[in-house]
């Protein structure tokens, strides 16, 4: 079993923190040039038709591995006084800490585990309604769905948050691959 830190940003903390976050999609770095296929369960490779082409290593790990939430922090209280860690998902928006951003956070200050249970390679796109809300597709976004005049569609609010993340190198309608980490919280 290896441990990796993965980020995490403060909705998703608290999706995970709630129990409504099961799965985070990532890019695969470089794209897969040809399409993406399964070996074991650890091993994938860029593969056409002719050759098994090149290995893609999950950057994250495999079933039973585990990672570690690195979020935005403080060590600073909001008394200043002591030296209790803040996480900024847990905190008002007008709460007055000097915040670390979550590349920052040392292993020791994370207070999220989460255990492995799948990872499989898919294009952005293929995401499912069940998918889209294991990813944490916000319920608290249904009412600027019905404000925007949308039904409360979980694909839709997970693409409004994957380009919020990620337009400017992979957006939605790029339809990448990604790896699809499955995971439960320990």
């Given at each position: 079993m290896k441990e990796r830190p993965i980020l995490m940003r403060g909705e998703m903390v608290r999706a995970i923190l709630e129990g409504r976050k099961t799965q985070t999609r990532r890019i695969i770095k470089p794209q897969p040039i040809n399409r993406a296929i399964c070996a074991t369960n650890s091993m994938w490779y860029d593969a056409d038709h002719l050759t098994p082409g090149r290995l893609i290593k999950p950057k994250y790990g495999a079933p039973s591995d585990r990672l570690w939430v690195r979020e935005t922090f403080s060590m600073q209280p909001k008394s200043w006084a002591g030296d209790k860690l803040h996480y900024r998902a847990d905190s008002e928006p007008d709460d007055v800490c000097l915040w670390t951003p979550s590349i920052f956070m040392p292993r020791r200050a994370s207070r999220i585990t989460l255990e492995i249970v799948a990872v499989r390679v898919e294009r952005l796109h293929e995401i499912t309604q069940a998918d889209a809300k294991a990813e944490g597709s916000m319920p608290d976004y249904?009412?600027?769905?019905?404000?925007?005049?949308?039904?409360?569609?979980a694909m839709w609010l997970y693409a409004k948050l994957w380009d919020s993340i990620n337009a400017k190198t992979h957006p939605w309608s790029s339809n990448p691959w990604v790896w699809v980490i499955e995971f439960k919280r320990v």
């Open positions: 249904a009412h600027r769905c019905a404000d925007l005049g949308h039904p409360y569609d």
